[in-house]
């Protein structure tokens, strides 16, 4: 109890939260409320495609360098980044995408 928010009086609640039983959820006690899991549990993520991942990652590199710095610091470092920034510089790579795209089927037409 000496590690309780407040240890000068009874904390019902910390104590039920803080007393870890074997699996580390607390004792299961008759007031306990026990819920069927009704959904698989889901993978946190799934597993990156590398081949996909190289190509976005050559659209990022040829954006501007406030666009690159927007999408690195909200999706790699996980940081707040407005939304306006985050969606500009999305929509900066698919315009990019996409001329990347007309380019070549340009230059594959130009060929033949």
């Given at each position: 109890?000496?590690?309780?928010?407040?240890?000068?009086?009874?904390?019902?609640?910390?104590?039920?939260?803080s007393?870890?039983?074997?699996?580390?959820?607390?004792?299961?006690?008759?007031?306990?409320?026990?819920?069927?899991?009704?959904?698989?549990?889901?993978?946190?993520?799934?597993?990156?495609?590398?081949?996909?991942?190289?190509?976005?990652?050559?659209?990022?590199?040829?954006?501007?360098?406030?666009?690159?710095?927007?999408?690195?610091?909200r999706?790699?470092?996980?940081?707040?980044?407005?939304?306006?920034?985050?969606?500009?510089?999305?929509?900066?790579?698919?315009?990019?995408?996409?001329?990347?795209?007309?380019?070549?089927?340009?230059m594959?037409?130009?060929?033949?």
């Amino acid at each position: 109890m000496s590690c309780a928010p407040d240890s000068s009086c009874e904390n019902s609640f910390w104590d039920r939260i803080s007393n870890f039983g074997e699996d580390g959820y607390g004792e299961i006690t008759e007031t306990t409320v026990v819920r069927p899991q009704t959904e698989r549990a889901k993978a946190e993520l799934e597993p990156v495609d590398e081949a996909d991942a190289e190509v976005v990652q050559g659209w990022v590199a040829q954006v501007s360098r406030s666009h690159r710095e927007a999408l690195i610091q909200r999706y790699i470092y996980k940081r707040f980044v407005p939304r306006d920034t985050v969606d500009a510089a999305i929509h900066a790579v698919l315009l990019l995408k996409h001329e990347n795209r007309r380019t070549v089927a340009r230059m594959r037409y130009l060929r033949w």
